[in-house]
């Protein structure tokens, strides 16, 4: 079977689920395991053994033995490779608030290939102060910094009011993916990669399953 190792055909549920299979294959190379079989992934992952078949495949650059599954370093890499971490790519994240800073200060989009290089905001009271070890700079320098330094993605955590502001700003200085944070639709070509990120959208099926789960115990 040839094996695919670019994106066509290749679901976003799968994508979604492969940093977690990085995360359980770092834990087991850190435990100094070798191998790891798509059965006992499925299992300890609790998702389905055929899934996990599948999504493997999809980005292994070789065929997982039938019972003793993959090298763990290997396939690692692939995922790696095929998320595109192994290219670290650099970001600029615009609002410095509440959220901004949560952002900023976690470490661990590094290990997902996402590197914070600058921040921006219009407070004064923010402007040249080091968060997280980055110094928020005023959000008119956004469009120069971004495309003096190649920057292709942006983060979005203003009030969704200047959200396609920001948005536009991003995108003439040659930004190419926005990763948005604010409830707001932006409207950008067809050409900027948009991904919108909707708590309130997650905590509502929450709170309707753990509705139905109550009502299902009365
Ligand atoms: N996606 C989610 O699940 C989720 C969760 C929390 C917050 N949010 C959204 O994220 C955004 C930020 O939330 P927050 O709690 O951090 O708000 P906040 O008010 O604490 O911070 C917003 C920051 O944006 C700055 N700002 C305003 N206009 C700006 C502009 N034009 N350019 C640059 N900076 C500007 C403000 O000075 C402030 O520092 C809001 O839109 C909020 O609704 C989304």
Redesign the pocket.
């Known amino acids: 079977m040839e094996v695919k190792k670019d994106n066509i055909g290749i679901s976003k549920a799968t994508i979604a689920r492969l940093p977690a299979y990085l995360r359980y294959l770092k834990e087991k190379q850190a435990k100094g395991e070798k191998k790891a079989s798509s059965t006992a992934i499925a299992e300890e992952m609790h998702l389905n053994a055929v899934q996990v078949r599948k999504d493997l495949a999809l980005v292994s650059s070789v065929a997982g033995k039938p019972k003793l599954g993959f090298e763990i370093t290997d396939l690692i890499e692939d995922i790696n490779r095929f998320l595109g971490y192994d290219n670290t790519t650099d970001a600029v994240i ?7 800073k949560a952002l900023l200060g976690y470490g661990g989009f590094r290990n997902y290939g996402l590197n914070i290089v600058a921040a ?4 004064p009271k ?1 402007i040249g102060k080091k968060i997280s070890s980055v110094t928020v700079q005023s ?1 008119d320098k956004i469009q120069e910094f971004v495309r003096r330094q190649n920057v292709k993605i942006g983060i979005i ?4 009011e ?1 959200a396609q ?2 948005a536009d700003e991003l995108v003439e200085g040659g930004v190419r993916a926005i990763w948005n ?3 707001a639709h932006l409207q950008l070509s067809e050409k900027i990669a948009v991904k919108n ?4 959208g997650s905590l509502a099926i929450l709170s309707k399953r753990l509705e139905q789960i109550l009502y299902n115990e009365k």
């Open positions: 615009v609002g410095v608030g509440g959220l901004g921006f905001d219009t407070a923010l959000a955590c203003v009030p969704k200047f502001s920001v944070f604010a409830p990120e909707d708590m309130a």
